[in-house]
């Protein structure tokens, strides 16, 4: 097979860590300048290119390869959305310069995931020039980082369902083949009580204290939940996490609010049923709400079950082996602490995922993030050929020539 270009993979990582496209509510467009150029990169190498928005500015673009006969489909995933760069005095370089320092490409997003997305948009540029039979659906998606809105359109659509024989998700693992993800349940808790004067707080229900209450109370039952099932030894461990706390007016110090909320990010493992954290989670908090007098709600905000494909199948074996020819090293596999498009993909398509991709796993969403410019080096290989044994596995050779079947002399007409 032709060798992919991997330092085209490198520039085209820094093209698209120097678009700012962060995930932002009210932003008028996201993922709208990658989108573009990815598009016209997958065009000028004569792919079937479909770009449809799923949300105004949130744009998939999915490039279609096919080969010269009947075969597998392999598809290849990533997205273009990335985490906000926060404080930028909290880094010490431009969050979007995509420059390359001693070795290493920085900016927001060279990790999770552009360094991906470049990789296997060269790796499958390799593959269609060396030639393969079956066909490559290559995807670069929209807002995995909050609610997986490309996935999911993606999911529902007819080519999802058009026989997908494997996924690879180009997310950040160091490397490591993760056929498991944990799971996730984003919850919303809403405590009511009763508005009232700050002078004459007996004259209403306090939400707040109550908050503070059932935060103890759900970080004890995170740890009882996290003790029952053990620690997984690919995922880790068990996690209930109060991330966002909203009470009051601001401003106004003198009004005691009527409803203070807390959002729980929970992180599941095998052996975590979710329906059962989450009438754990109920109980709790109507117990405590029922002895304050309040009122309780409890919202599921986005639900994603554990992903665990076997190691074993076609997809994994095939990543597998071209790790071991790119690396010279047997892969190790690990496990994705938190959730991707795969589980999405998974979950309302059927379709059978891993992640594999360049970049640290733990460096996504910090400041000063990189990748190192040999981990896309080796990714975008590794795809090659990953793609390569893949297909081939699953080639339908033409069938053998037959010999025509001797004929019987037609019988002569006796009048003749």
């Not at 060798?3 to 009210?26: F, H, K, Y």
């Not at 993922?31 to 998939?60: S, Y």
């Not at 990010?265 to 709400?289: C, K, Y």
């Not at 992640?355 to 080096?377: L, N, R, S, T």
């Amino acid at each position: 097979m032709t060798g992919p270009d991997v330092a085209a993979a490198v520039q085209l990582t820094q093209r698209l860590v120097r678009l700012r496209t962060v995930n932002e509510r009210d932003a008028l467009e996201i993922e709208t300048p990658a989108a573009e150029l990815i598009a016209e990169v997958m065009r000028g190498f004569e792919w079937e290119v479909t770009v449809t928005e799923v949300a105004p500015g949130r744009p998939n673009v999915i490039g279609i390869v096919h080969g010269s006969g009947p075969g597998r489909t392999l598809m290849f995933e990533g997205h273009t959305d990335v985490v906000t760069e926060g404080d930028r005095a909290s880094w010490s370089f431009d969050p979007f310069s995509g420059d390359i320092v001693d070795g290493r490409l920085l900016g927001r997003g060279s990790a999770d995931m552009k360094s991906g997305v470049a990789a296997m948009i060269h790796a499958v540029r390799a593959v269609q020039l060396s030639g393969f039979a079956g066909r490559i659906i290559v995807a670069a998606l929209a807002d995995e980082e909050e609610l997986m809105l490309g996935a999911t359109a993606f999911a529902g659509s007819d080519l999802a369902r058009s026989g997908i024989d494997g996924v690879i998700v180009c997310e950040p693992e160091a490397g490591e083949i993760c056929a498991i993800a944990k799971g996730a349940l984003r919850v919303r808790v809403d405590l009511t009580g009763v508005m009232a004067h700050g002078a004459m707080p007996q004259h209403g229900r306090n939400p707040i204290p109550v908050l503070g209450q059932l935060l103890l109370g759900l970080t004890e039952l995170g740890e009882q939940i996290a003790a029952s099932v053990g620690t997984h030894p690919q995922l880790g461990d068990f996690y209930l996490t109060p991330t966002v706390l909203t009470a009051g007016h601001p401003e106004q110090i003198n009004v005691i609010p009527a409803t203070a909320s807390v959002m729980l990010d929970i992180r599941t493992v095998p052996g975590t049923e979710h329906p059962g954290v989450l009438h754990l989670v109920t109980r709790l908090t109507q117990q405590i709400a029922d002895e304050a007098g309040l009122e309780s709600e409890i919202t599921v905000l986005v639900e994603r079950p554990v992903v665990d494909t076997p190691v074993d199948a076609p997809v994994v074996q095939a990543l597998a082996a071209a790790h071991l020819d790119v690396v010279g090293e047997e892969p190790v596999y690990g496990g994705v602490p938190g959730s991707t498009d795969g589980t999405v993909l998974t979950r309302d398509a059927g379709l059978v995922t891993v992640v594999y991709g360049p970049g640290g796993k733990w460096i996504a969403h910090q400041a000063d993030e990189f990748v190192a410019v040999a981990d896309i080096e080796t990714a975008t290989r590794v795809y090659a050929r990953a793609a390569e044994l893949f297909l081939a596995e699953g080639a339908v050779d033409d069938p053998a020539p037959q010999e025509p079947a001797p004929q019987e002399p037609a019988p002569q007409d006796p009048a003749e």
